[in-house]
């Protein structure tokens, strides 16, 4: 499986972005699909993930303002993000987990929020 982040960018505190990711698989077929970010100095943590049974869930900094969803007939997923914060300034990654548990990553896209 490989997965192609796309969308970020520099955005003023308060403004949106919306980053894809593309997958070369059936991104309907995986177990779970999810962003993950990670400042610079900080451990990789989970944004929003997508489970198979259409659960979603988010990071507590983020409930409200971010809303990760999928496009079967494109294979991508999407995180939309509104509302942003300089404190998202990130690299954001996205991740599979397919059936057999093995995870795959993306190459991440860096999203810097100016206050």
């Known amino acids: 499986v490989q997965l192609q982040a796309s969308g970020g960018g520099l955005a003023q505190a308060g403004g949106s972005l919306r980053l894809s990711c593309a997958a070369s698989?059936?991104?309907?077929?995986?177990?779970?699909v999810a962003w993950y970010r990670q400042a610079p100095e900080n451990q990789r943590e989970l944004v929003a993930a997508f489970i198979a049974d259409g659960t979603k869930t988010y990071a507590d900094s983020v409930k409200g303002r971010f809303t990760i969803s999928r496009d079967n007939a494109k294979n991508t997923v999407y995180l939309r993000m509104n509302s942003l914060k300089p404190e998202d300034t990130s690299v954001y990654f996205c991740?599979?987990?397919?059936?057999?548990?093995?995870?795959?990553w993306g190459q991440g896209t860096l999203v810097t929020v100016s206050s």
């Open positions: 991740n599979t987990i397919d059936w057999r548990s093995r995870s795959f």
């Open positions: 698989g059936t991104v309907s077929s995986f177990a779970r």
